[in-house]
């Protein structure tokens, strides 16, 4: 069975550009969650979608980040303008409500310089 | 607030020998916790859950953990380490809805 897909695993972009990361979960899941992974900070939870909802954004970082799930298959979490700080591991995961495993992907590794 | 600690930030362990790596937690009411692994360049994978019930909890690749609420404990615990557990391990805590809060993680290093 295919496990949570993310694209790209690597991205090396310029400060001030667009950055869009892609992700697919899990079939049948209806919880999807965006991670983002640094040395600093560990594992922060940016943003969490139930039923293709956003239910809580309360993570995101500022209003250069952005995340949308436009159906039950497919998420995108977008920075505009990226900068060097954004620089990270962005991990996506998904899981049945009431299942309680949460999944994940093998991530999405950003360069911003 | 929710909040998961694991104090030890390195471990370093002779292959064959026992392992024990410390998780505690902050939270108001009866925890869901978890134990994930993460290798070199991967994402986690879960190793164990506990949500209730007995308290000492079996997971894959051998790992045990056992949850002690008057320590506000999680220990993750494996008789004999292997090369290949050599990797980052996560605790965390379902702070309601799976929303998870994980603690900075101990890197296992396993000597010959």
């Known amino acids: 069975d295919a496990g949570v897909i993310q694209s790209p695993r690597h991205e090396v972009t310029e400060m001030g550009q667009e950055v869009t990361l892609r992700c697919k979960p899990i079939?049948?899941?209806?919880?999807l969650f965006w991670y983002r992974q640094t040395m600093m900070r560990g594992l922060e939870l940016l943003i969490y979608?139930?039923?293709?909802?956003?239910?809580?954004d309360s993570g995101m970082p500022e209003d250069r980040f952005s995340a949308k799930m436009p159906n039950a298959s497919f998420s995108t979490l977008k920075i505009q303008p990226s900068e060097p700080r954004d620089s990270a591991v962005y991990f996506c995961a998904s899981s049945i409500l009431d299942g309680n495993t949460i999944y994940f992907g093998e991530g999405s590794w950003l360069t911003v310089v | 607030a929710q909040s998961v600690t694991q104090p030890d930030i390195h471990i370093t362990v002779s292959e064959g020998a026992s392992l024990e790596l410390r998780c505690n937690y902050s939270y108001g009411a009866t925890p869901y916790l978890f134990w994930y692994v993460q290798s070199p360049g991967q994402g986690l994978q879960l190793l164990l859950k506990y949500f209730s019930g007995d308290t000492l909890v079996q997971g894959i690749k051998g790992f045990e953990a056992e949850f002690k609420r008057s320590q506000s404990s999680f220990n993750l615990r494996k008789p004999s380490v292997h090369w290949s557990d050599a990797a980052e391990y996560f605790c965390?805590?379902?702070?309601?809805?799976?929303?998870?809060?994980f603690g900075t993680g101990t890197r296992l290093l396993v000597s010959p």
């Open positions: 079939s049948g899941h209806n919880s």
């Open positions: 965390a805590v379902d702070t309601g809805f799976q929303k998870l809060v």
């Open positions: 979608f139930n039923n293709n909802v956003p239910i809580d």
